[in-house]
């Protein structure tokens, strides 16, 4: 028994593991965001970005306005003219800004394609993941591409 707890007790301290995107490792601060487009999107991202304010001082300390546009279209349809088969797209265009200056524009699209289901109700539920597992994977993008700013 005392080996195992040795043995485990090791693992556990000598692992190291440490997340690679860590909030509270950012070397920047969202000092300002504003958003037009679409109102869902919006929202997922203003509650991302609200976490990123703080009132730590660093050097970069960047300014944020983004376009996001939500585009539903339908791929196929059954004999009987019913969609069968749907394509969620999510298109962001980010203007960053530091000191009043535009730094860069970066220009985001995730797409997912996704089945028709009949219960109109589970169908809008299942879009919401959906559309906040693309939002997610922008801001993934986003954070990247503001640590890799100087």
Do not use: H, P, W
Not at 122 to 146: M, R, S, W
């Amino acid at each position: 028994m005392k080996k195992f707890l040795f043995v485990f007790i090791l693992f556990l301290t000598s692992c190291g593991y440490e997340s690679v995107n860590k909030l509270d490792k950012l070397n920047y601060t969202i000092t300002k965001y504003e958003f037009t487009g679409n109102q869902q999107v919006n929202k997922i991202l203003k509650k991302n970005f609200n976490r990123l304010q703080n009132d730590k001082v660093t050097s970069n300390e960047f300014e944020i306005f983004a376009k996001s546009d939500l585009i539903k279209s339908n791929n196929s349809k059954n004999q009987a003219g019913e969609v069968t088969n749907l394509t969620l797209k999510i298109i962001f265009v980010f203007e960053i800004f530091k000191n009043n200056q535009k730094i860069k524009k970066i220009s985001l699209t995730e797409s997912t394609n996704y089945n028709s289901d009949n219960n109109k109700f589970e169908q809008k539920q299942f879009e919401k993941i959906l559309i906040k597992n693309l939002v997610d994977k922008i801001i993934k993008q986003i954070n990247l591409n503001l640590l890799s700013i100087e």
